[in-house]
């Protein structure tokens, strides 16, 4: 089946995720996503994107962020992109294309899935083994999010800012988030909808942005349509 146009509203969550090719390693060490860090700082504040989480694995990259102009997330990407492939292939002396092609992406809606993706973007370490707790890794978000490290490129959300009062509120039930086993079933959806270019959320807020944009973002049915004889 045909991937569907990626479709990114103004002021609407994305969840992004960018692989390296054949999923081989698009970071060699620290320096190489520091210097991502410094190119997602840059060209998110270019082209007017709010990151709100965010996770740099060996082999990709999952981004939650928000556009506040049309076509930002386009723009940010590919200034990123080209930019951090000359420097990959300039240091380890390669040629050739680094990512698995554009990168996917999914609409998120706020209120229910928000703070799902957050935990799913975070816990990318620890289901690969990697980290036994999320505050463990150094580059994702949690950091910010669960003890208040400052980030240069990081906006929190509003769903976020709600967990809380104050700081110490938010970070407190941010950590209480983490807790306890995450649900499979949300697991699944989220991974469902970023792989596949569909959106996130309810039925409502499907049927909304299908109104919006003139563009499907649900599963096509599958089977053969029904013919119906005349009335």
Request: charge should be positive; glycine fraction near 6%.
């Amino acid at each position: 089946m045909a991937r569907l146009p990626r479709i990114a509203p103004q002021g609407v969550p994305l969840h992004l995720i960018q692989r390296g090719n054949n999923r081989h390693p698009c970071f060699g060490d620290d320096s190489d996503m520091a210097f991502y860090a410094n190119l997602l700082d840059e060209h998110s504040k270019q082209y007017s994107v709010s990151i709100h989480a965010w996770v740099f694995m060996t082999n990709h990259v999952h981004l939650l962020a928000t556009p506040l102009k049309e076509g930002a997330i386009s723009r940010m990407m590919q200034a990123i992109g080209r930019r951090y492939v000359r420097y990959f292939n300039r240091k380890y002396r390669r040629t050739g294309t680094l990512w698995e092609g554009r990168y996917r992406s999914s609409l998120v809606q706020s209120e229910l899935y928000l703070l799902q993706c957050h935990k799913y973007i975070e816990l990318n370490p620890v289901r690969a083994g990697m980290v036994a707790q999320p505050a463990d890794y150094q580059w994702s978000s949690h950091r910010c999010h669960a003890f208040g490290k400052t980030v240069n490129f990081s906006t929190p959300h509003d769903e976020y800012l709600k967990l809380g009062k104050t700081a110490v509120i938010r970070h407190r039930n941010y950590q209480a988030l983490f807790q306890g086993q995450f649900n499979e079933d949300v697991i699944t959806d989220i991974r469902q909808a970023v792989n596949k270019g569909l959106a996130l959320g309810g039925d409502r807020f499907k049927h909304e942005i299908e109104r919006l944009t003139g563009r499907r973002v649900r599963p096509a049915k599958i089977g053969r349509p029904v013919h119906r004889s005349p009335d």
